[in-house]
């Protein structure tokens, strides 16, 4: 992992059109700032991580599915 | 969100505009369940693994509030809301809990998918008809 130290409102550049920019320091709290091409996609990463995790819990075999009893569904609010 | 009409869906091959978090496959047969609405199977074409269970959210569960980026409905070549069918990934093995802080947003139309992460305190592993 590369290692950077920056200060307040200096950026990193990543490849041609990605950069991060720290925003703000407050505390232990860092406020980061993106600016990157719309198909990047740019989550917390341990949103990703937990969806991801998920994701992979919740897969199947193809074969399996038709032994799955599907139970009747009401919309809960 | 809510939705009185049933959505019918002939199996569609749809194409994830950004890979699904956690896998590299790209293309899916969507497919109803049996006609047994609001279920939903999304299979990874040519291959036995990953499918997952899917379900309507519009149909089960109410009042729920998710947030579409302009981008990701760009992405998805979406024209109009109507074309958008919102679904969730259910874990079966957990007692059919869907992950409502990751949806999948599909339009029918231009038949592109999208897991939509929610910048939102949604949770993961909400039950099925029960408390949200």
Do not use: C
């Not at chain 1, 925003?23 to 969806?51: C, H, M, N, W, Y």
């Not at chain 2, 074309?83 to 869907?98: H, K, P, R």
Request: hydrophobic fraction near 45%; charged fraction near 20%.
């Amino acid at each position: 992992m590369l290692v950077l130290t920056r200060s307040s409102n200096a950026g990193v550049q990543i490849g041609d059109d990605i950069e991060v920019v720290v925003l703000e320091i407050k505390g232990d709290t860092v406020k980061l700032g993106f600016s990157a091409p719309r198909s990047v996609r740019i989550l917390r990463s341990e949103i990703a991580q937990q969806i991801s995790s998920e994701n992979q819990n919740s897969a199947v075999r193809t074969a399996s599915l038709g032994n799955i009893a599907f139970p009747a569904l009401e919309a809960t609010s | 969100m809510s939705r009185s009409t049933k959505v019918k869906v002939e199996t569609t091959t749809v194409h994830f505009v950004r890979p699904l978090l956690g896998f590299n496959d790209n293309t899916f047969e969507l497919a109803q369940h049996d006609a047994d609405y609001p279920w939903f199977t999304l299979s990874v074409a040519d291959a036995d693994f990953p499918s997952f269970i899917v379900v309507d959210l519009a149909a089960a569960f109410t009042g729920l509030s998710l947030d579409i980026p302009d981008d990701i409905a760009a992405d998805l070549n979406a024209q109009d809301i109507d074309d958008l069918l919102i679904l969730g990934i259910v874990n079966v093995a957990d007692g059919f809990t869907v992950n409502l802080a990751g949806p999948l947003v599909v339009n029918l139309i231009a038949k592109t998918i999208a897991q939509v992460v929610q910048d939102t305190d949604l949770p993961t592993a909400a039950p099925l008809n029960g408390d949200n």
